[in-house]
């Protein structure tokens, strides 16, 4: 079993930076691919972003070039690195884990973590 917890968010102003940190317990960290999700109100809850068990990251168009995933296996936390951000970016953000193999598909992720509220002011 594996339980996640996102820090980092906050208020920040369009094009500041912010770094979500998402520490996941359990001794099998590095087995899964750990994603991000962001669910703005109103809409539905989207793929950011991806990390595979290897290291590989897979982005949504929309922060390609802005946002940086990142694993760290000897502290069991992903980390999602926010740069130029906008008042688009504003959501909640989610980090999730699925055994295994990457996916964009929120349906086949099985552990989330409660979320961070990221808030991009203009």
């Known amino acids: 079993q594996v339980q996640l917890v996102e820090s980092g968010g906050g208020l920040v102003q369009a094009g500041g930076s912010l770094r979500l940190s998402c520490a996941a317990s359990?001794?099998?960290?590095?087995?899964?691919?750990m994603g991000w999700f962001r669910q703005a109100p109103g809409s539905e809850r989207d793929f950011v972003g991806v990390v595979s068990v290897v290291g590989g990251t897979w982005y949504a168009d929309s922060v390609k070039g802005r946002f940086t995933i990142s694993r760290d296996s000897a502290k069991n936390t992903v980390y999602l690195q926010m740069n130029s951000l906008k008042p688009e970016d504003t959501a909640v953000y989610y980090c999730?884990?699925?055994?295994?193999?990457?996916?964009?598909?929120?349906?086949?992720?099985?552990?989330w973590g409660q979320g961070t509220q990221v808030t991009v002011s203009s």
């Open positions: 359990g001794r099998t960290f590095s087995s899964y691919a």
């Open positions: 999730a884990a699925r055994w295994g193999s990457w996916s964009r598909h929120m349906s086949d992720y099985t552990h």
